[in-house]
C-alpha cells in the first residue's frame, strides 16, 4: 500500500491549518477535513482516519481542541429534529409516489434550509458514496479520533433541547402509528390500558422531566422507558413472525417496519441522553452511519426499489415455502413416489398437448387463440395438481424459499452449510421429474397420435407442422433456448401468484368468507360451504398460480406475433410431447444427427426452465432475508464442494438420508 494513499502530511497540514482560521466556518472546516479523508477505496478509508489521529497526537493540542469546538458548532447551531426524527425512516409514502419525488428531486433540486442538519450533512458528505467508506472504518478507530477532540461521555453536559424534543416526538410517532387499526386488529391486546404503546408516552414523558429535576430518579425512569420499548419491539416482531398465521398486507408490512425503524431510533436517542451509563460514543456513531447514508442515498431510486421489493418478498415467499416443502424428496421412498407422479403429470401433458395441437387447426382470431391456448394450458396445470401428478419445473418457484428458510437460525443469522443439502434435494428432485415427465409424455404423445390415426385416419400433425415442430425445440435452429427462459421468468412469477394469494386469503380471511356465503349456504347447505371454504384454503393458492401461469404461457405467442416481435415460451413437458406428435406426422423416421440434436434442445429447455424459475425466486427467497453477496459465493463454495465429492448425490438418494 504506497504511503502516499494514506498520509500526505503537507494536504494535512494545509487542511488542520483551517482550524485555527477564524474566517472559515465550522461547516466549511469539516467539509475540507471529509474531502481529505474521503479514500479512492472504502476499504483505504480506516487508514486515511487513523492518519489524521496520529497527526492529531503528535500536533498542537490547539488543534484537537478546536475540531472538537467546530464539530460542536456544526451541529449546536442547526435544527436537528427533523433530521433526528424522520431522516432515514420510512417514508409513509406510497412506492410510487416516492419514485416521482425522488425523480422530480434529481430533476429540480429542492432548495435546502441552511440551518437545518440535513443540509450540513449534505455538504460535507456531498459524495452520494461517503457513507460506504465511513462504515468501512473500523469502529475503535472512530473512539480514538472522539478521545482525542474531546467528544467524550465526560464531556457532555445536560440534554440538548433537540434531542429532547426527538426522544418525545418520537415516542408520540411511535405510539401513534402503533396503535393503527392496522395493527391492533391483528394484536388486539395493544389496545388494553398496559400496552406498551399505550404507555410508552407515558415513561418517556415522566424520565424526559427528569432532564430539569435532578431530585428525580434518572436512571430508574431511563430503564423503565428502555423497557417500554423492548416490549414494543417484541409486540411488532411478533407480529411479523405470525404473518403465516393472520396473513399480511404490503401496507401492513411497510407500517410494521417503520415501526420496527422509529423503535430502534428512539432506542438509540435515549442512549445518547444518558452518555455516562450508556455507551455514548457506540451510539453517536452509528447515530452519524444512518444520517448519512439515509442523505447519500435519499433521491437514489435503487435503494427504494430494493427495500420496497425485499419487503413484498418477505411479504410473499414465506407462504410459497409451505407449498414447497412436499416437492423436495429426501428418501428414497419419497424419491421414486415423486417419480410416480411425475409419470402422472407426463401422461397428462400428453392430452393436453394435442389439445393444444388441434386448437392450431380452428380459425381463431389471435386473441381466441390465446384465450383457448391459455384455457389449456391452465386445465392441465389444474388437473395435474388435482390429480397429484408432478410437472417438471413447476415446483422450483415454490421450493427455493424453502432452501432460503434453511438458512435461518433462532439469533437471525444464516446456517450457511444447510443450504447445499437442500439445493441437492431440489435438485435431485427435479432430475427424476425431468425423467418421469419424459419417460411417459413422449411415449404417450406417441400412443395418442396413433389413437388419433385409427380415429381419423390422419396423424394430428402435418408433415409440415411436424417438422415445425421439431425445428421448434431445436437449440440452434430457433428461439427455443431464450423461449425457455422466458417460460422459467413465468414459472417464477407464478409462484409467487400462488404466494400472494395464500397471503390474501389469511389477511381477508377469504376461505371463512366463501364457508360463511349467505347465498352458498342457502343454495348448497352450510356443510357444502364449508367444505368450499376449506378447499379454497388448502388449494387456492396453487390453482391460482396455476391459472395465471396458463394465461402467461398462452398468451406469450399471440402478443410476439401481435407486436412482431421473438416472443415465445418452451416447456420441456409440452415440448417432449411435441417431438412425439411430430415423430408420427413426418411420414419417415428424420435425420439421425437432426433428431439428436432436438433431443439435447428438448433437455435444455428443462434445463434452462429450472434455472431460471429456481433462481429467480431463491434470489427473491434471499433478498426477503438480506443475505449477502459473501454469503451467496460461501453458498456456491459449499455446492461445488458437494458436487466434486459426492456427485451421484445430485441424481439419486443415498441409502441413509436425513
Not at 34 to 57: F, G, I, M, S
Not at 371 to 392: E, K, P, Q, R, T
Request: hydrophobic share 45%; net charge neutral; glycine share 6%.
Amino acid at each position: 500500500m504506497p504511503a502516499s494513499d494514506l498520509d500526505s502530511p503537507k494536504d494535512l497540514r494545509d487542511v488542520l491549518a483551517c482550524l485555527v482560521d477564524a474566517e472559515v466556518q465550522s461547516v466549511a472546516v469539516l467539509g475540507i477535513l471529509v474531502d481529505w479523508l474521503r479514500p479512492n477505496k472504502p476499504e483505504l478509508a480506516d487508514a486515511r482516519v487513523v492518519a489524521l489521529c496520529d497527526r492529531l497526537e503528535c500536533g498542537p493540542l490547539a488543534e484537537r481542541r478546536q475540531l472538537g469546538v467546530h464539530l460542536r458548532q456544526a451541529i449546536e447551531q442547526t435544527e436537528c429534529l427533523h433530521a433526528l426524527t424522520e431522516s432515514g425512516m420510512p417514508s409513509d409514502d406510497g412506492f410510487f409516489a416516492q419514485i416521482k419525488r425522488r425523480i422530480g428531486r434529481r430533476l429540480l433540486p429542492e432548495v435546502d434550509p441552511p440551518d437545518e442538519l440535513e443540509t450540513v450533512i449534505r455538504r460535507v458528505f456531498w459524495h452520494k458514496r461517503d457513507y460506504l467508506w465511513l462504515r468501512a472504518v473500523d469502529g475503535a478507530t472512530w473512539r480514538r479520533l472522539m478521545d482525542l477532540v474531546g467528544l467524550t461521555a465526560d464531556s457532555v453536559v445536560g440534554v440538548p433541547a433537540s434531542l429532547a424534543s426527538a426522544v418525545r416526538v418520537l415516542a408520540h410517532h411511535t405510539s401513534s402509528l402503533g396503535l393503527s387499526p392496522l395493527i391492533t386488529h391483528q394484536l388486539p391486546q395493544l389496545d388494553d390500558l398496559d400496552s406498551p404503546l399505550l404507555t410508552l408516552v407515558d415513561h418517556v414523558r415522566e424520565y424526559t422531566e427528569c432532564f430539569d429535576d435532578t431530585q428525580k430518579d434518572h436512571e430508574s425512569h431511563l430503564n423503565r422507558a428502555l423497557e417500554t420499548l423492548a416490549q414494543c419491539r417484541s409486540a411488532v416482531e411478533q407480529l411479523r413472525a405470525d404473518k403465516h398465521i393472520h396473513g399480511t398486507s404490503l401496507r401492513l408490512t411497510l407500517l410494521s417496519y417503520r415501526l420496527l425503524k422509529q423503535i430502534d431510533r428512539l432506542d438509540l436517542l435515549l442512549h445518547l441522553t444518558d452518555p455516562q451509563t450508556r455507551d455514548f460514543q457506540a451510539a453517536a456513531i452509528d447515530l452519524m452511519h444512518q444520517l448519512v447514508e439515509a442523505e447519500n442515498t435519499r433521491n437514489q431510486l435503487r435503494p427504494h426499489i430494493r427495500e420496497s421489493v425485499d419487503l413484498l418478498a418477505y411479504q410473499v415467499v414465506e407462504h410459497v415455502a409451505k407449498k414447497g416443502s412436499k416437492y423436495i424428496t429426501r428418501t428414497r421412498q419419497e424419491y421414486w413416489r415423486f417419480f410416480v407422479a411425475s409419470c402422472i403429470g407426463g401422461l397428462i401433458v400428453a392430452v393436453f398437448a394435442l389439445v393444444k395441437l388441434l386448437s392450431t387447426k380452428l380459425d381463431l382470431s389471435l386473441a381466441g387463440e390465446a384465450i383457448v391456448y391459455s384455457l389449456n394450458y391452465a386445465a392441465c396445470f389444474i388437473a395435474i395438481y388435482l390429480a397429484g401428478g408432478a410437472l417438471a419445473t413447476k415446483q422450483p418457484a415454490v421450493t427455493a424459499n424453502s432452501i432460503a428458510k434453511a438458512m435461518d437460525q433462532p439469533d437471525g443469522s444464516h446456517a450457511l452449510d444447510q443450504i447445499a443439502e437442500m439445493v441437492v434435494r431440489v435438485w435431485r428432485s427435479q432430475f427424476i421429474s425431468f425423467v418421469g415427465n419424459l419417460v411417459c409424455a413422449f411415449p404417450a404423445a406417441i400412443l395418442l397420435a396413433e389413437l388419433y390415426i385409427a380415429l381419423t385416419g390422419g396423424p394430428p400433425a402435418s408433415p409440415v407442422k411436424a417438422q415445425q415442430l421439431l425445428v421448434d425445440s431445436h437449440p440452434w435452429l430457433s428461439g427455443a433456448l431464450f423461449f425457455a427462459a422466458v417460460a422459467g421468468f413465468f414459472l417464477f412469477v407464478s409462484g409467487l401468484v400462488s404466494g400472494a394469494f395464500d397471503n390474501r386469503n389469511l389477511y381477508r380471511k377469504l376461505s371463512s368468507r366463501v364457508a360463511h356465503h349467505p347465498l352458498l349456504r342457502k343454495w348448497f347447505g352450510s356443510r357444502r360451504a364449508e367444505r368450499a371454504g376449506a378447499f379454497v384454503d388448502k388449494h387456492g393458492g396453487v390453482i391460482a398460480g396455476n391459472i395465471f401461469l396458463g394465461f402467461c404461457l398462452g398468451t406469450a405467442g399471440t402478443l410476439g406475433v401481435v407486436f412482431g416481435l421473438p416472443f415465445d415460451i418452451r416447456h420441456i413437458a409440452f415440448s417432449s410431447a411435441n417431438v412425439g406428435f411430430a415423430l408420427e406426422g413426418l411420414g419417415a423416421a428424420p435425420a439421425t444427427s437432426f433428431f439428436v440434436e432436438v433431443v439435447f434442445g428438448v433437455l435444455l429447455i428443462g434445463f434452462i426452465n429450472f434455472v431460471v424459475s429456481f433462481g429467480l425466486m431463491l434470489q427473491t427467497a434471499m433478498a426477503s432475508r438480506h443475505i449477502t453477496f459473501g454469503e451467496k459465493r460461501t453458498v456456491l463454495k459449499l455446492l461445488l464442494k458437494r458436487l466434486l465429492q459426492r456427485p451421484w448425490d445430485y441424481f439419486y438418494p443415498p441409502k441413509q438420508s436425513t
